[in-house]
């Protein structure tokens, strides 16, 4: 079963607005990453962010963790049609050395 | 310095048939691991491989396997394909943390379409 669950499943947003995707997991993890894909395309690592941290911020991105709540955000700030893509997160769990457990994405579309 | 390499990009293949995909890793990382991307499943963990050795498997049945060679470059094969088996193949390399697993670094992937 997937690990990370994403919400919203798609998002809709004019050029300049922020954008804000959900992801859930279900056991502990030792770091959750969030990566971006262009249709069609290989992943692009954006951000790591590790059990022990609550926030992290690059570029216009802003990661926070909740590992009480088994749940992370990220927040794209100011976005561009350029950010248009789908972002997925990935979790790296306990006891699953090697493999990350993606959740099914949030597919972005920013409108110029 | 040079990315994920993975060959062929595009193939077609008829039921019952087998194919071979392949990977070469950016230089230096020694952890290879493969995704199946399904508009239906998702990325699903395939496999993941570290100095020539399998590490973890994902739930997939045994027509698919993989390698790793010394070199680091890895091959993945599914034999009997089924119509199913159509998806991105995507391949991923890192170094290898010892506090988990790191950033991954992936290629364009291979689009097998089973036909």
């Known amino acids: 079963s997937q690990q990370g669950e994403e919400d919203p499943q798609a998002l809709s947003i004019q050029e300049g607005e922020n954008a804000t995707m959900n992801c859930s997991y279900k056991?502990?993890?030792?770091?959750l990453q969030w990566y971006r894909q262009n249709s069609g395309r290989g992943l692009v690592h954006l951000i790591l962010?590790?059990?022990?941290?609550r926030e992290k911020h690059s570029g216009r991105l802003r990661v926070t963790l909740d590992t009480s709540k088994k749940s992370s955000s990220l927040l794209i700030t100011a976005s561009r049609a350029a950010d248009t893509a789908s972002y997925f997160c990935?979790?790296?769990?306990?006891?699953?050395?090697?493999?990350?457990?993606f959740g099914q994405g949030t597919e972005l579309s920013v409108k110029p | 310095k040079a990315g994920v390499t993975q060959t062929p990009r595009y193939l077609i293949k008829t039921r019952g048939q087998q194919v071979t995909l392949s990977c070469s890793p950016i230089?230096?990382?020694?952890?290879v691991s493969w995704y199946q991307q399904t508009p239906g499943q998702g990325l699903q963990f395939l496999f993941e491989?570290?100095?020539?050795?399998?590490?973890n498997k994902g739930n997939f049945p045994g027509r698919f396997s993989g390698r790793q060679f010394s070199n680091s470059r890895s091959e993945m094969n599914v034999s009997t394909l089924e119509l199913g088996d159509s998806a991105l193949y995507l391949c991923?390399?890192?170094?290898?943390?010892?506090?988990?697993?790191?950033?991954?670094?992936f290629g364009e992937g291979s689009r097998l379409t089973v036909l």
């Open positions: 991923a390399s890192s170094l290898d943390p010892s506090d988990g697993t790191g950033e991954l670094f």
């Open positions: 056991t502990s993890i030792n770091n």
């Open positions: 962010i590790r059990s022990n941290e």
């Open positions: 990935a979790t790296d769990a306990y006891n699953q050395g090697g493999k990350l457990i």
């Open positions: 230089s230096g990382h020694r952890s």
């Open positions: 491989y570290f100095s020539e050795t399998q590490r």
